[in-house]
Nanobody
Framework: VPLQASGGGLVEAGGSLTLSCAAS????????MGWFRQAPGKEREFVAC????????YYADSVKGRFTISRDNAKSTVYLLMNSLKPEDTAVYYC??????????????????WGQGTLVTVSS
């Protein structure tokens, strides 16, 4: 599996977590990277994505201003810093890699590789 996500856990509302996703076997800087999440009983939804160089980012409205996506191409790792967490942020978070796209986007169908998911639980 070329993507390994980690960093999930239990946190109180208002708290922070940082997720990491390490890539292996990929030329990492050729990939647009994204984070998605899936809450129980709901469909997978887009959270954030970042361009190959890291210079462009895009966020879902629900997380804008609270979450920050970043990447370290030297470490083949993408991060998701989550601040001011809310109970509705509770979900399994997945990282994904898209080789074909040039621009950042939120279309999960275009992502080629997916991590195994890491559970984030926010208590009220």
């Amino acid at each position: 599996v070329p993507l390994q996500a980690s960093g999930g856990g239990l946190v109180e509302a208002g708290g922070s977590l940082t997720l990491s996703c390490a890539a292996s076997g990929l030329t990492f800087n050729n990939y647009v990277m994204g984070w998605f999440r899936q809450a129980p009983g709901k469909e997978r939804e887009f959270v954030a994505c970042i361009s190959r160089s890291g210079g462009v980012t895009y966020y879902a409205d629900s997380v804008k201003g609270r979450f920050t996506i970043s990447r370290d191409n030297a470490k083949s790792t993408v991060y998701l810093l989550m601040n001011s967490l809310k109970p509705e942020d509770t979900a399994v978070y997945y990282c994904a890699a898209d080789l074909s796209s040039v621009f950042v986007h939120m279309d999960h169908r275009k992502y080629d590789y997916w991590g195994q998911g890491t559970l984030v639980t926010v208590s009220s």
